[in-house]
C-alpha cells in the first residue's frame, strides 16, 4: 500500500453575521506548535508502514496538553487537525480507522473529559472534539470532491467506536441528503456538476463502515427519543423516525444509482453496489416483518431475559439486539423465526462477518 501523501492545512478566521466561521487559505505561517507536533505525530502513525503503535501516538499527543483543562484551545486543535487528516484519507483506506483509533483513545484521556460539578458529579467524554464533529459537517464541496466522502468514512469509524453514544444524526442527515431530496435539484444555488456523486459516496460510508450499529436503530425505534433533527426530505412520505420503511428506502436508492446509466460516475456505482448489497443481507440476516409491531414484540423482553441470552452458545440461532445477543425465539402471534445467523458475537468487541461481507481492518 503507497505512503499517505498528508498535508497540514490553516484556517483564516472571518466574521459573517455574527457567527465564527473559518475558509480555507492553505498553510498559514502562523500555525502553532501544537498543530505542527500533533500533525508529525499522525501523519507517522497513519503510514502503511508505521513502527508506531496507537498507544505511543495517544502518549505522544496527550503529552503536549495541559493538566485540568477540557476547554483548552489546544484541544479543540487537536480535533481540527484530526478532522483535517480525515478529509484527505481515501474513505477506504484503513487509516480512516486507525484515526478513529487514536480518537477513541485520546477522549478516554482526563484531559479531554469535562467534569460538570454537582451533587452527582457528569463526565462528559471528548466534549470538545464532538464539538469540532458539528463544525465540520458542511456538505459537498465542488474544490474538493473527495474530501466529503472522506470525512464521512471518519464520521462512520467514529461512530462504531463509541466515542459518544450512538446517535446516528450525520448518518440520517447524509443519507436523507442523498436519497430523500429530488434528485435534481436545479433551484439550489450550492448545486454543482459532481455534487450527487459526492452525497451519495458519502451515504454509503455509514452503511460500509457502521451498517450493523445503525440497522440496530432500526429494529428498535425508540432507541432514541429525540428524533426533531431527523425531519424526512421531500421524496419521503414519512416521520422522523429511524425505521425500517426509511431504511428500504435508503437501500432502493443505493440499487438505483448502482443500475443507472448516466449521471454517475463509475466509483458511485460501484460503491452504491457495495452499500445495498450489505444493506440486504443485514436485514436478510437479521429477519424482520414489515410492520412495526415486530420490534415492539422484542422490546417486550426484559433485561434479565437479554443477560441470560448472553450465555446462549456461539453457534445456535442468536441476534443482536441493542448490544446484547438475544437467543432466537418462535414469535408466538406468528410462528416465525426472528433471525437464524450461523455465528454472533458481541457487537462492541468484534464485528460480525455476515456472509464475508463485513470484515474487520485493523
Known sequence: ??????????YEHEILDDDFRYRYVGRMESMDYIEDEVFQILN???????????DSAVKSILALLPENNPFSPKVWKVGEVVLQLAEQIP?????????????EELTTSPKFTIEIPEKNALYIRGQRFKDALRDWYK???EDEPQAWPNLNAFFAHEASTHIRPHHPDFAIWTLREAFEEPANPM??????????????????????????GLFKHALWRDSIEDTKDWEPGLDFFGDAAFSLKRWRLWKDGFRKAAAEDGGMSDECRKV????????EALENDITVGSSDDESAWLNTFSRRQRSQALRVPADSDTCFWD???????????????IVRVSKC??????????HGLLQRQA
Not at 1 to 10: D, F, I, P
Not at 191 to 202: K, L
Not at 272 to 279: G, P, Q
Not at 345 to 354: A, K, L, T
Open 345 to 354: 458475537w458481541h457487537f462492541d468487541e468484534r464485528w460480525p462477518r455476515i
Open 187 to 212: 433551484h439550489w444555488q450550492t448545486s454543482f456538476p459532481g455534487m450527487r456523486n459526492q452525497q451519495i459516496i458519502a451515504a454509503a460510508q455509514y452503511i460500509l463502515w457502521d451498517g450493523q
Open 272 to 279: 452504491s453496489a457495495k452499500a445495498a448489497t450489505l444493506m
Open 91 to 103: 474513505y477506504h483506506h484503513p487509516s480512516q480507522f486507525k484515526l478513529a483509533r487514536v480518537m
Open 139 to 141: 456538505g459537498p464541496s
Open 1 to 10: 500500500m503507497s505512503r499517505l501523501e498528508l498535508q497540514r492545512r490553516g
Open 44 to 54: 507517522d502513525y497513519l503510514q502503511p508502514d508505521t513502527k508506531t503503535h496507537v
Open 323 to 337: 448490544g446484547d445477543i438475544w437467543q432466537a425465539d418462535v414469535r408466538p402471534a406468528f410462528g416465525t423465526l
